[in-house]
């Protein structure tokens, strides 16, 4: 029988059903190779000859193809359908080729299909092929390119800003957008102004709102009622006139659908209306794929091929009526940069399943088809039909004129399916609403007028989805990279996520304002999006590869070696430098922002600690010990100084302040003497509002830690808040022999618990704590799925100390990365759950060896080996 490799299990289930007995699916689980982390294994010297390694995990894998090749002649790679399937396939290839496994006899062909349907696969079996080695050798550039900067330049960034390393190369770039949307939010003044927005009452009773547009016979800017006084003189100027319809001008327009889904845009708008990420969006659209529901997700393409689009048109005239069906079919073209349009469009694989008809879906999966399906069938929808009308109303003496904007939907087209989300910074029209019937030279009576305040606003944070269409525009990245990339800077916490917003840490805006003064060309949007245009050029078969990775090598080595002189001291001048805005705002009396508040001599600058935290400090230390955080002076009065700001005291008379030290603001009891160098403290809790820290609150917070009483296996349990938040402790009794007691501390989510809990759920804090570590009880299942299908036995989804897993029995199998524990499904547990069943078996069988080489001296030595492979583990990321 043929052997079919694609890349999930789910995948060739699916394709198995639909070839039947006569051909053998197998799964090669994503990539089966990849570069080792450690030096060399690009050879920069040798034609960037790359040195391969089958991962551990994917051995047993390649064996299993191997094993039915044995009994077949034929083999077909069926991996996705771009640049990363085709280059899964050639390793596969290469791998097979390598064990001996395929022969000379031995007939190799690649297959892709846009959709896992009957049709789509039997069709593509009709239609095989070589790998495509122009995808291959893009492929190959790309992999060695990010290998290259992130195995030379991460090395650079430990030397030189502890702690640091390299986001990676097109991380780094996405980065510098997120730091420089930051810095643009931080130097923004707010600008006053005013408008006059007025309430009337047709003839007929009905009342409608119209805003100020001409005052003193002149057209109204934006600016020119700048305060509340030049607002106040429009309000008298309205109020004092008799106002009547001027002129009423109605314009039938057309609205027209969206294109079809791609991979930007579906993240964006999965974002917008479910707040997804893009990495679950990702997730949820590859196991619809898999599942055979929907055309494949990684795309940059939104045209539909005309069968697909004969389909939806048949759909939408059985769901609505011929008249919401577009006259001719609708065509769309992608514009955005760099768009390779090599696949379809995302869309379902039948028109016909209404997202009703798939009741088992998962609620994710649910949500995400119902939108594609949605938008899919809006695109070939006809278009909207709406009337909107301008009304302009104003005085006799043509001094006032107000203006009232309003639409009416005469025929809803698409709109009764699918609309389209808006981000934030989106201009939202205000004519939305309906206005009631108007006549020229119709009395208005004044309901009532209203000044109102307003401020401009900074540009709004990015969102995933926001990003990712910033990202789409520039030319950086592909749709296959998006989801990895906005996860990579979040992971490596150069960026946070708050309310769905991306915040730079200020790790983040350390590494970007190095990479910018030292390596400016490496972080430019337009040499990343052109490198991305060679990468398209390598794909197409325009470029060579080796040509492209050599020049590139030559300016980014070149780069490298000017660096291996630069001092600590000199880069971090630099960045106080380049950071000063945000490093060192300018004071109200003008005095110089880097002067120390404490000792009125040394020069403040920034300092790094080897955790790779980054902090300001005085040039006089160890003399003057002043710190404080990077991100300017805090609010809440002045905390920085060598005082703090005052609370008031304590009932022994000690004085309460309100300071702000390297990790933060933090309440203090008395001053530092030379017989208590360091006074009682207490750290603020994250997100507090310093305004809001009162003296009963600062006591509060120095009555910490609290005991919440005695463990029933002995020994106290305590609550406190610490750098890392708050927690409950239990210090276990004093084992014999041992100097100091064991302590297991458990994070609390809530800073307001510390002050309440009690010890039900102390110890039930502490027993799942101990459990992660295997020191205590056994935790709740994160959860429940029921019974094994065919073995019985309870399976759980489980937190563990490593993430998440799956137990059942004693097999606990790890949740992959991409998999949420709630869309853990029975189906894909008992997968896991054999999977990981198979790899325990062989480990039984080569215990007795271990035991035997354990007894001897000599491998003990050889433990200190694998630090160095660590160290250049690191280095490659």
């Known amino acids: 029988m043929p052997v079919v490799v694609v890349e999930s299990p789910a995948k060739a289930k699916t394709i198995n059903k639909y070839l039947g007995k006569d051909y053998t699916v197998l799964a090669s689980y994503g990539h089966v190779r990849d570069l080792p982390p450690k030096d060399g294994s690009v050879d920069t010297d040798n034609n960037f000859d790359m040195k391969w390694e089958v991962a551990t995990d994917s051995r047993k894998h390649v064996k299993a193809i191997a094993d039915a090749l044995k009994g077949d002649d034929e083999l077909i790679l069926a991996t996705d359908p771009d640049r990363e399937g085709e280059a899964i396939s050639w390793h596969l290839e290469e791998t097979l080729r390598k064990r001996k496994a395929i022969k000379k006899s031995t007939s190799v062909s690649r297959v892709v299909f846009n959709a896992i349907t009957k049709t789509a696969v039997t069709e593509a079996m009709k239609n095989p092929r070589a790998v495509d080695m122009e995808l291959v050798e893009a492929y190959l550039a790309r992999r060695a390119l990010d290998y290259l900067v992130g195995f030379n330049l991460s090395p650079v960034l430990w030397r030189k800003l502890p702690g640091s390393k390299s986001a990676g190369r097109v991380q780094s770039v996405c980065l510098r957008l997120i730091v420089e949307r930051e810095m643009e939010i931080e130097k923004f003044k707010p600008r006053e102004y005013w408008s006059v927005k007025t309430t009337l009452t047709n003839s007929r009773g009905q009342d409608f709102d119209a805003s100020l547009r001409l005052l003193a016979g002149k057209k109204l800017e934006k600016y020119d009622l700048e305060n509340e006084v030049s607002a106040e003189m429009a309000v ?7 106002l009547s319809v001027q002129s009423v001008e109605s314009k039938p327009a057309n609205r027209n659908p969206s294109a079809p889904f791609m991979t930007s845009t579906l993240q964006q708008e999965a974002s917008r209306k479910f707040g997804f990420g893009a990495r679950q969006t990702m997730s949820t659209a590859q196991r619809l794929y898999e599942a055979g529901h929907i055309t494949y997700m990684r795309t940059d393409g939104i045209d539909m091929a005309p069968e697909a689009v004969s389909e939806a048109r048949d759909a939408i005239q059985g769901l609505y009526g011929k008249d919401f069906v577009s006259a001719t079919p609708r065509i769309y073209k992608n514009k955005a940069k760099n768009a390779q349009e090599a696949h379809e469009c995302i869309r379902p694989t039948v028109m016909a399943a209404t997202p009703e008809s798939l009741s088992k879906l998962e609620a994710d999966q649910r949500k995400l088809y119902d939108l594609i399906w949605k938008r899919t069938l809006a695109s070939q929808m006809a278009s909207a039909k709406i009337e909107r009308t301008t009304v302009d109303i104003g005085s006799d003496d043509g001094q006032v004129g107000l203006r009232a904007t309003g639409q009416v939907i005469t025929f809803e087209g698409f709109l009764k399916v699918y609309e389209e989300g808006r981000d934030d910074d989106a201009v939202i029209d205000d004519d939305d609403k309906r206005l009631p019937q108007l006549s020229n030279g119709e009395a208005c009576a004044k309901k009532s007028v209203t000044p109102n305040q307003h401020f401009t606003q900074p540009p709004p944070r990015y969102t995933e989805a926001t990003l990712v269409k910033r990202m789409e525009e520039l030319g950086i990245g592909r749709p296959s990279t998006y989801a990895s990339i906005v996860t990579t800077i979040q992971t490596r916490e150069y960026v946070r996520k708050e309310k769905n917003r991306l915040i730079a840490e200020d790790k983040g805006r350390l590494v970007i304002a190095f990479l910018e003064n030292y390596f400016r060309q490496y972080v430019g949007y337009n040499f990343t999006a052109q490198l991305e245009e060679e990468l398209d050029e390598i794909s197409a078969g325009e470029a060579n590869y080796i040509d492209v990775l050599t020049r590139f090598w030559r300016d980014f080595s070149a780069a490298i070696g000017e660096t291996a002189d630069l001092r600590i001291t000199e880069v971090l001048e630099k960045i106080n430098e380049v950071l000063e ?4 705002p300018p004071t109200e009396d003008g ?13 403040l600058s920034m300092r790094t600690a080897r ?5 300001i400090g005085c040039s006089n230390y160890p003399e003057c010990r002043y710190t ?4 300017g002076e805090l609010e809440g009065g002045d905390i920085a100084g060598p005082d703090g700001k005052p609370l008031g005291l304590d009932d022994d008379g000690e004085t309460i ?4 030290g390297r990790f933060g603001p933090y309440v203090q009891r008395g001053n530092a003497t030379d017989e208590i160098p360091k006074p009682p403290r207490a750290s603020i809790p994250k997100g507090s509002d310093l305004s809001e820290v009162t003296l009963e609150r600062a006591l509060q917070l120095l009555s910490l830690p609290r005991k919440v009483g005695d463990h029933p296996d002995g020994g106290t349990i305590t609550a406190a808040i610490g750098r890392f938040g708050p927690y409950v402790m239990w210090e276990k009794p004093l084992e014999e022999g041992k100097k100091t007691a064991q302590k297991i501390y458990a994070n609390m989510k809530d800073p307001e618990e510390v002050f309440t809990v009690g010890m039900n759920r102390a110890v039930e804090l502490i027993t799942e704590k101990a459990n992660k570590t295997g020191r205590g009880a056994a ?6 799925l029921g019974e094994h299908p065919t073995e019985g036995g309870p399976v759980n989804v489980m937190d563990g100390r490593y993430g998440p897993y799956v137990k059942w029995a004693k097999v606990n199998a790890t949740l992959p990365k991409d998999i949420e524990p709630g869309d853990v499904t029975m189906e894909k547990a008992v997968e896991l759950i054999t999977e990981k069943a198979g790899k325990a078996k062989p480990a039984r069988k080569k215990a007795a060896p271990k035991k035997k080489a354990a007894a001897k001296k000599k491998p003990a030595a050889k433990k200190a080996a694998p630090k160095k492979a660590a160290s250049k583990t690191k280095a490659a990321e």
Do not use: I, N
């Not at 935790?779 to 429940?784: G, I, N, Q, R």
């Open 779 to 784: 935790a709740t299942p994160l959860k429940e």
């Open 611 to 615: 955790s790779g935290g980054a902090f």
């Open 657 to 660: 302040t309100l300071r702000t």
């Open 628 to 631: 404080r955080p990077l991100a």
């Open 581 to 584: 805005p945000h490093l060192f």
């Open 591 to 603: 005095s110089d922002p880097r002067v120390c508040k404490t000792c009125g001599t040394g020069r």
């Open 236 to 242: 008298q100027a309205v109020t004092s006139r008799d």
